[in-house]
């Protein structure tokens, strides 16, 4: 059984900086894109970053480059977002994301594994 969970989220301020992991089971990693989405209240899940199999290509949304960076470590089975000077439109639920093939992917519907998510809220 394939399980991703994610961790590291929490309340932060405006200006502040958090890193998300996202630790796989159940799946080696190492041929695998992975993604980063989020969800804020009320609003439709969004793309937020991915990465290819070797980390190579990293692929932001508009809302996130200069400030976030994916990476992951597959001999650890991890993926990672580090947030930068984070904004109270950042809160959400983010979520971590894998999928077969080995390229990235902005598309919610090319990944085949999810997890369930770790909640980040920003205050002014």
């Known amino acids: 059984q394939v399980k991703l969970v994610e961790s590291g989220g929490g309340s932060v301020q405006a200006g502040d900086s958090l890193t998300l992991s996202c630790v796989a089971s159940?799946?080696?990693?190492?041929?695998?894109?992975m993604g980063w989405f989020r969800q804020a209240p009320g609003k439709a899940r969004e793309f937020v970053a991915t990465?290819?199999?070797?980390?190579?290509?990293?692929f932001y949304a508009d809302s996130a480059k200069g400030r976030f960076t994916i990476s992951r470590d597959n001999a650890k089975n991890t993926v990672y977002l580090q947030m930068n000077k984070l904004i109270t439109e950042d809160t959400a639920v983010y979520y971590c994301?894998?999928?077969?093939?080995?390229?990235?992917?902005?598309?919610?519907?090319?990944?085949?594994?999810w997890g369930q998510g770790t909640q980040v809220t920003v205050s002014s």
């Open positions: 994301a894998a999928r077969r093939g080995s390229l990235g992917s902005s598309r919610e519907g090319e990944y085949n594994f």
């Open positions: 159940g799946l080696a990693i190492g041929g695998a894109g």
């Open positions: 990465i290819r199999w070797n980390g190579s290509g990293p």
